[in-house]
């Protein structure tokens, strides 16, 4: 993949749809969340045609502060998944990139770089006319890292007022595998911190 990685998302949608594409403009991914189930669903393409399914992020339960993502690919094989680390999230958002092993050893851990601007962003967030700003002027920035502490990854939000812009830089180099994990668990991520504010 060409990065840095766009991504767009939708903020005024019936069910949270984003498109990925590479530094070019070729379009890589696109994400969809089905609507209307108990547990959550969302089903990654290759493109905005959804010919081609990737793979499904499925909740392992109903509702939970601290639950888990399984990644699932076409095949029905088990590559990985996402949990948030519960308590931990209240005012820095953390999560891990569990490999699809059978332990579900952490890979990747995910943690948000500035708790300032994550207050600013929940605060005023939630003011009429002003909160519909802060799209515009807090900016979150997401950095993984591997087991070693070494940076792989980082997610930028970029500004904007009608849609959630991202981009996702690399910053090691990671093996396919790796890769997907690490993107596939970024979507998801993305989808949960919209939903949580």
């Given at each position: 993949?060409?990065?840095?990685?766009?991504?767009?998302?939708?903020?005024?949608?019936?069910?949270?749809?984003?498109?990925?594409?590479?530094?070019?403009?070729?379009?890589?991914l696109y994400v969809k969340q089905k609507l209307l189930k108990?547990?959550?669903?969302?089903?990654?393409?290759?493109?905005?045609?959804?010919?081609?399914?990737?793979?499904?992020?499925?909740?392992?339960?109903?509702?939970?502060?601290?639950?888990?993502?399984?990644?699932?690919?076409?095949?029905?094989?088990?590559?990985?998944?996402?949990?948030?680390?519960?308590?931990?999230?209240?005012?820095?958002?953390?999560?891990?990139?569990?490999?699809?092993?059978?332990?579900?050893?952490?890979?990747?851990?995910?943690?948000?770089?500035?708790?300032?601007?994550?207050?600013?962003?929940?605060?005023?967030?939630?003011?009429?006319?002003?909160?519909?700003?802060?799209?515009?002027?807090?900016?979150?920035?997401?950095?993984?890292?591997?087991?070693?502490?070494?940076?792989?990854?980082?997610?930028?939000?970029?500004?904007?007022?009608?849609?959630g812009k991202f981009s996702i830089e690399s910053l090691s180099?990671?093996?396919?595998?790796?890769?997907?994990?690490?993107?596939?668990?970024?979507?998801?991520?993305?989808?949960?911190?919209?939903?949580?504010?």
């Amino acid at each position: 993949m060409k990065y840095p990685l766009n991504l767009r998302c939708k903020i005024i949608a019936i069910s949270p749809q984003i498109y990925v594409t590479e530094s070019d403009g070729t379009a890589v991914l696109y994400v969809k969340q089905k609507l209307l189930k108990l547990k959550e669903h969302v089903e990654v393409f290759t493109d905005k045609t959804r010919e081609k399914k990737l793979c499904d992020i499925k909740a392992n339960k109903v509702i939970d502060w601290s639950s888990a993502y399984n990644f699932t690919g076409a095949q029905g094989n088990s590559f990985g998944g996402i949990r948030r680390k519960g308590l931990k999230s209240l005012w820095r958002a953390r999560y891990e990139i569990y490999s699809g092993d059978s332990d579900g050893a952490t890979e990747f851990n995910v943690s948000e770089e500035s708790v300032l601007t994550r207050f600013i962003d929940g605060i005023f967030g939630e003011i009429p006319i002003i909160g519909f700003l802060t799209g515009y002027v807090a900016h979150p920035t997401y950095i993984v890292t591997d087991s070693s502490g070494k940076a792989v990854m980082r997610l930028r939000k970029k500004p904007a007022l009608w849609e959630g812009k991202f981009s996702i830089e690399s910053l090691s180099e990671l093996s396919p595998p790796q890769q997907t994990r690490i993107l596939v668990g970024l979507l998801m991520m993305v989808i949960l911190e919209k939903n949580r504010g």
